[in-house]
C-alpha cells in the first residue's frame, strides 16, 4: 500500500511546491517509488519546478475525465527512474478534481508506487481539500511568522476533521511540521519566530527547518529540485527532511546565525 | 437534553429513488448550543443601549452566532415585541437571530412574519443566577460541532492539540485538556475545565448554568473565560498568570481569576 502524504499550508507562497518537489526527489533517489502530484489547477507549476513542463501531453483532470489513461499523462523524470510527475491542468476549472475521480486515481497509483506527494493549493479550497482528503500524512509547510503560524494551526484542525481518516473514524493523519524560509540571523533581531516558539504553539513533529536561501530560486530557475543541489543549505536541510521522514534521527542544521545566540534567547526567563 | 427535536431520521427513503442514483442527503437529527437572549423588559431601545457594550467587549463572541430571543421572562405574552427593530438590532451586531422561545400566539405571528422559527418550550432553560439582563446565558446544550467528543459518558478527556477553529463541548460532565488549546479554539463543558498545558483560546465552563462550575489550567493565556454565563476577555485578564496555576471561578457573581 502507497503511503500519500499531502504538503499543505494555510498560507500561500510559503514554500510548498519547492518541498513537494524537493520531497518527491528525495524519496525517489532513495529508492522509493515515488510519484508527485500538482493539486494546483489553473496555477500548475510543480512542472516548471521539475524541469519538466515541455513534456506535458495529459494532465491530471484529463485522467479524471477519462481523456486519457494514467500512463499516458504521468511523465517519467529523466534524472531518477523511480520517479514520476502527474502535472495539473492549466486551463480547467477547480471543480475537475471530482473526489471520486482523485480517489480512483490514488488508488491506481496506489498499486505501483510506495509514496505519493500531493503539491496542494493554499487555504481551504476546493483543491486543497481534495488534496487533503485521502493523505495518511500532512507535511504543514510554516514560515516563521505569526500569520503563517495561526494558518497552519487553522490547516491542522481541518485535516483533523474533514479527512477521510477523520470521517471513518481511521487512525489519524499523521502530521509532521515543516519550517521553511528561516533566518536565523532575523529570528536573532526578534524579526521572526524561531523554531521553539513555533514548535511551542503547534507542538507537532519538526521534519526540517529549511533555511532562507539563494540556491532554492537558482534550483527552480534551472528546474532541478533543490534537493539535487548537494552542496546548498537548503538542499541539505531537505535531504534530512526526507531521511527523518523516513525514520531516521539526525541533528537540527540551520539554526544558528553565524555562531552563538540563539538558544540563549529561548532561556531566559 | 435538546432544544431542537428534529426529525428521528433512520435511513428513510424520500420517494423512490432511481436504482442507480446514491443518496444525496441524510436526514438527521442534531442539537445546537446557542446564546438565548432573555427579554425582560419590550424597550428595545434599552436593549439596543445595554446590548452593544456588551459586544463591543467581546466582538468575535458574537460574530455569526445564531442567537435565539427568549419570551417566557416578559411581564405578558399579549404585549406586542418591537421584533423588526430587535432583529435588526441583532443583525447590525453580526448575530444571526434563529427563533424565538416562549411568549404568546400573537407574539408568535409576530415572530413568524420576521422568519424567525418558533422553538419548543419543553426544555426550560437552567436558571442562573445571572442578574444581566442580556447575559449570553447559554441555555441549550448538545454536541459541538467539529471535534469528536461523544455526549453519553459525564467526563472527557482530550490528549490533541485543540486547533484554532476547533470547538470541544463536554456535555453534562467536566472535560480535561492535556495539550494546548490554540487561539481561536474553544472548550465547553456543564461542569468544570482543566487544561495541562497552554490555554490560549476560550473555555466556557457551567455551559448550562452550574454557577459551581471551575476552570483550573496550568498557564492561562486564554482570549475569553467563562463560568455560568459570567464571562472576561483576554483584555480584562490578569496577564501576571501566564505560567502559573490558576483557577477561574464565580464568587457571589463576580468572576474570579486567582493563582493557587
Ligand atoms: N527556502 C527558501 N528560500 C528562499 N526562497 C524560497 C524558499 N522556499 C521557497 N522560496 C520561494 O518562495 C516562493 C514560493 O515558493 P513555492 O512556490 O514553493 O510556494 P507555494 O507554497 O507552493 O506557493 P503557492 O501557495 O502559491 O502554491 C518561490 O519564489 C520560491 O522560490
Ligand atoms: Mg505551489
Request: aromatic share 4%; with cysteine; hydrophobic share 45%.
Amino acid at each position: 500500500m502507497a503511503r500519500t502524504i499531502v504538503i499543505t499550508s494555510g498560507k500561500g507562497g510559503v514554500g510548498k511546491t519547492t518541498t513537494a518537489a524537493a520531497m518527491a526527489m528525495g524519496l525517489a533517489q532513495r529508492g522509493q517509488r515515488t510519484a508527485v502530484i500538482d493539486f494546483d489547477v489553473g496555477l500548475r507549476n510543480l512542472d516548471l519546478i521539475m524541469g519538466c513542463e515541455r513534456r506535458v501531453v495529459y494532465d491530471f483532470a484529463n485522467v479524471i475525465n477519462g481523456e486519457a489513461n494514467l500512463n499516458q499523462a504521468l511523465i517519467r523524470d529523466k534524472r531518477c527512474e523511480h520517479l514520476s510527475i502527474l502535472p495539473a491542468s492549466q486551463t480547467r476549472d477547480k471543480e475537475a478534481l471530482t473526489q471520486e475521480g482523485v480517489g480512483q486515481v490514488l488508488d491506481e497509483l496506489g498499486k505501483t508506487y510506495d509514496y505519493i506527494v500531493c503539491d496542494s493549493p493554499a487555504g481551504i479550497e476546493h483543491g486543497a481539500v481534495m488534496a487533503m482528503f485521502f493523505a495518511d500524512d500532512a507535511v504543514v509547510v510554516t514560515n516563521p511568522e505569526v500569520s503563517s503560524v495561526r494558518d497552519s494551526d487553522r490547516m491542522l484542525g481541518i485535516l483533523a476533521s474533514k479527512s477521510r481518516r477523520a470521517l471513518e473514524n481511521d487512525e489519524p493523519i499523521r502530521e509532521f511540521l515543516l519550517l521553511t524560509r528561516y533566518s536565523p540571523e532575523r529570528v536573532a533581531r526578534g524579526e521572526m519566530l524561531g523554531v521553539e516558539d513555533v514548535q511551542e504553539i503547534l507542538s507537532l513533529n519538526l521534519l526540517s527547518v529549511i533555511p532562507e536561501s539563494m540556491a532554492v530560486l537558482n534550483a527552480s530557475n534551472a528546474g532541478n529540485p533543490v534537493i539535487l543541489d548537494h552542496e546548498s543549505d537548503a538542499g541539505q536541510a531537505y535531504a534530512d527532511m526526507v531521511a527523518r521522514y523516513l525514520g531516521e534521527e539526525r541533528p537540527m542544521h540551520f539554526l544558528e546565525p553565524e555562531r552563538k545566540g540563539l538558544f540563549s534567547r529561548f532561556f531566559r526567563g | 437534553m435538546s432544544l431542537t427535536t428534529g426529525v428521528p431520521a433512520k435511513d428513510q427513503p424520500v420517494g423512490d429513488p432511481p436504482a442507480s442514483s446514491a443518496p444525496a442527503f441524510e436526514l438527521k437529527a442534531a442539537a445546537f448550543i446557542m446564546p438565548v437572549i432573555r427579554l425582560l423588559r419590550l424597550d428595545m431601545d434599552a436593549v439596543e443601549a445595554q446590548l452593544m457594550p456588551k459586544v463591543q467587549q467581546a466582538p468575535a463572541f458574537f460574530q455569526h452566532t445564531p442567537v435565539v430571543i427568549e419570551l417566557s421572562a416578559l411581564p405578558s405574552e399579549d404585549e406586542e415585541v418591537g421584533f423588526p427593530q430587535l432583529v435588526g438590532l441583532l443583525r447590525g451586531l453580526g448575530m444571526i437571530p434563529v427563533g424565538v422561545r416562549g411568549g404568546g400566539g400573537a407574539q408568535h405571528e409576530a415572530a413568524k412574519a420576521m422568519e424567525l422559527a418558533i422553538l419548543s418550550d419543553k426544555t426550560k432553560p437552567v436558571k442562573t443566577s445571572v442578574g444581566d439582563d442580556v447575559a449570553p446565558e447559554p441555555a441549550v446544550a448538545a454536541q459541538a460541532i467539529g471535534s469528536p467528543v461523544g455526549v453519553e459518558t459525564g467526563s472527557h478527556l482530550i490528549d490533541r492539540p485543540v486547533r484554532s477553529g476547533q470547538r470541544v463541548y463536554a456535555a453534562g460532565g467536566d472535560l480535561t485538556v492535556i495539550a494546548a488549546v490554540n487561539s481561536g479554539a474553544e472548550l465547553m463543558a456543564d461542569g468544570n475545565i482543566h487544561v495541562y498545558a497552554p490555554l490560549r483560546g476560550r473555555a466556557i465552563a457551567g455551559l448550562r448554568g452550574d454557577t459551581k462550575a471551575r476552570i483550573f489550567c496550568s498557564d492561562l493565556q486564554a482570549e475569553l473565560v467563562s463560568v455560568a454565563g459570567h464571562y472576561r476577555v483576554s483584555d480584562s485578564i490578569p496577564a501576571n498568570l501566564k505560567g502559573c496555576l490558576t483557577q477561574v471561578f464565580l464568587d457571589h457573581d463576580v468572576l474570579r481569576i486567582e493563582p493557587f
